[in-house]
């Protein structure tokens, strides 16, 4: 079993920052790449930034220069960076990481934690 645990949300105001940190834990082999998802009210959950093995980033087009996700010394950690918080920033953050396992992916999701932007 794989575990995630997210933390550093919470209500920021338009302008601000915050920091997400997700660390992994349990039976990590194979890792593909870790990252994190947003999800606003009565919208589809979407890519915010992921990082790969290698630590290859890849980000939302609409996010890049805001956001700035990173691993930690601690290779089952990753960050989130957050600048420049808008309204619309506001959503529940998802972490996950990917496994390779018997040759397919396999994703992992934390519980998420709650940013609000406020205007």
């Known amino acids: 079993q794989v575990q995630l645990v997210e933390s550093g949300g919470g209500l920021v105001q338009a302008g601000g920052s915050l920091r997400l940190s997700c660390a992994a834990s349990g039976n990590i082999f194979r890792f593909i790449d870790m990252g994190w998802h947003r999800q606003a009210p009565g919208k589809q959950r979407e890519l915010v930034a992921t990082i790969s093995w290698r630590n290859t980033t890849n980000y939302a087009d609409s996010l890049k220069g805001r956001f700035t996700i990173s691993r930690g010394n601690a290779k089952n950690t990753v960050y989130l960076q957050m600048s420049t918080l808008k309204p619309e920033d506001t959503a529940v953050y998802y972490c996950?990481?990917?496994?390779?396992?018997?040759?397919?992916?396999?994703?992992?999701w934390g519980q998420g934690t709650q940013v609000t932007v406020s205007s």
């Open positions: 996950n990481i990917a496994l390779l396992l018997y040759n397919s992916r396999r994703d992992y």
